[in-house]
């Protein structure tokens, strides 16, 4: 089993930046993927950023505010949020996405982040 636990969420001014991170555990696992997705209220799940072993993906809408990064060594994903906005305001959930022996999607509790304009 795998087990996602998050942390770094919290209430901000618009323009401020807040670092998120995420802390796979278990055993047996192998990481191909971690991401992070935000739900808004009434808002459908979407992707915000998602790193593997040799590339990075954003949404558009963030890109070049937020870096997503990994420790490996940790199996940590962090994601560093600038320039906050209050449409950057959801629950944001980590994801891993993993292979053999453990295949399959897990997801985090998510983290509340509020951005007050």
């Known amino acids: 089993q795998v087990q996602l636990v998050e942390s770094g969420g919290g209430l901000v001014q618009a323009g401020g930046s807040l670092r998120l991170s995420c802390a796979a555990s278990g055993s047996g696992f192998v990481i191909n993927a971690m991401g992070w997705y935000r739900q808004a209220p009434g808002k459908q799940r979407e992707l915000v950023a998602v790193?593997?072993?040799?590339?990075?993906r954003y949404a558009d809408s963030v890109k070049g505010r937020f870096t997503i990064s990994r420790d490996v060594a940790k199996n940590t994903v962090y994601l560093q949020m600038n320039s906050l906005k209050p449409e950057d305001t959801a629950v944001y959930y980590c994801s891993l996405r993993g292979g053999p022996p453990l295949p399959g999607d897990y997801w985090g509790q998510g983290t509340q982040v509020t951005v007050s304009s």
């Open positions: 790193i593997t072993s040799g590339s990075t």
